[in-house]
């Protein structure tokens, strides 16, 4: 007699569409002609998780059709499409690939990554990378990471980039697991038409579980940076990196504070030193309704010796949902937010309230 292996796979495909409508009284975030326009968005998309023993494969699909009521020439089409696998090709290494593509403004993402308002530009950028993971024992393990980003900006002002960066980590475990200490290195280079950047960063870091309820994670680094204009001529700059948050729940709420320092590039091709600080609330009033709350705040600055960005950016969302089942939602939101620059020459301030109602539906299937 003969018995043959058995091979099952967790497999999930979720299609799903979301229907928004806002108010936006400044829609391209200006100090001075501001327009104000309600906005509605469709949002057809489809995901889907397929889970075995040794492979892991993720995937999404996004479209976000906007449509002003007054000023049609801002009418745009957003996507997001990504992939992801992981193949755990022995008990100790483990293998992982990622690719996607995003098409959004610099009014959407750009402005979360750097902190800076600039003038809206559709903005198109491919990621893809991988690494590996190796398990030294049962406490350690170490790995190697490495991305390619392209970043292609609509307008011909704006400079698109070229990034490439490689990372190597060291994990350790110890006291039970409740804690783990990380070394980090990695290099990042930028190429552009403005610059050619190198950066070096190497940071130690430390998460701690203090019980179920509360974790905190913190590391600090210095990193050093070289940039060299199309002329050839090279400046040099020291700085230090950090990351910490703070994550806490209660039966009914939760919260995280969130402190970052790093490098970024922006979209007028220049680097500079993003400092934020991050909060994100939730409190369940019923098991069906909560609130949401979650604002963020920018310091950014020019990286190096010539001082051209000097700003502060801060964003605060109050939300309120309902669950109209486990798998659809409503919601309604507000937003402010606020720039201030403090350039000697230009010492001004922009702001924006946005206010939104939406429908979420997602239709989860399982094999």
Request: hydrophobic content about 30%; overall charge negative.
């Amino acid at each position: 007699m003969c018995a043959g292996t058995a091979y099952s796979a967790d497999v999930t495909v979720t299609p799903s569409i979301s229907l928004r409508g806002e108010y936006d009284d400044n829609i391209d975030f200006t100090r001075t002609n501001r327009l104000d326009d309600y906005a509605g968005t469709v949002s057809p998309g489809l995901s889907f998780d397929y889970i075995t023993n040794r492979l892991t494969m993720q995937g999404r699909t996004l479209f976000g059709i906007v449509r002003y009521a007054d000023y049609n020439e801002y009418d745009r089409e957003n996507q997001n499409h990504g992939v992801s696998l992981g193949y755990r090709a022995s008990e100790r290494l483990t293998v992982n690939t990622d690719l996607s593509y995003t098409k959004d403004t610099t009014l959407d993402t750009a402005l979360e990554e750097t902190g800076l308002v600039e003038r809206r530009s559709d903005r198109e950028t491919i990621r893809a990378g991988g690494g590996l993971s190796y398990a030294i024992n049962e406490v350690s393990n170490a790995g190697i990471n490495y991305h390619f980003t392209d970043s292609d900006y609509e307008l011909t002002s704006y400079t698109d980039s070229d990034t490439h960066e490689l990372s190597l980590f060291y994990d350790y475990s110890f006291n039970n697991r409740l804690d783990i200490l990380t070394l980090s290195s990695s290099y990042r280079k930028i190429d552009s038409d403005e610059d050619k950047t190198d950066s070096y960063s190497t940071s130690l870091g430390l998460a701690h579980t203090f019980d179920p309820t509360l974790r905190v994670n913190v590391s600090a680094g210095v990193r050093y940076l070289d940039i060299e204009d199309p002329s050839g001529r090279s400046e040099t700059d020291w700085g230090w990196t950090s990351n910490v948050s703070l994550e806490k729940s209660w039966q009914r709420t939760s919260a995280t504070l969130g402190y970052s320092r790093d490098l970024r590039y922006s979209a007028e091709g220049e680097t500079v030193e993003v400092d934020l600080f991050s909060l994100s609330a939730d409190h369940r009033i019923t098991p069906d309704f909560g609130l949401h709350l979650s604002g963020s705040y920018y310091i950014t600055k020019s990286a190096g010796d010539i001082e051209t960005e000097n700003s502060r950016y801060y964003s605060i969302s109050p939300v309120a949902y309902y669950n109209i089942t486990a798998h659809h939602s409503v919601e309604v939101g507000y937003n402010y937010s606020r720039e201030a620059n403090r350039l000697p020459h230009d010492n001004s301030d922009i702001d924006r309230n946005l206010a939104w109602l939406a429908l979420n539906f997602n239709f989860p299937q399982k094999w």
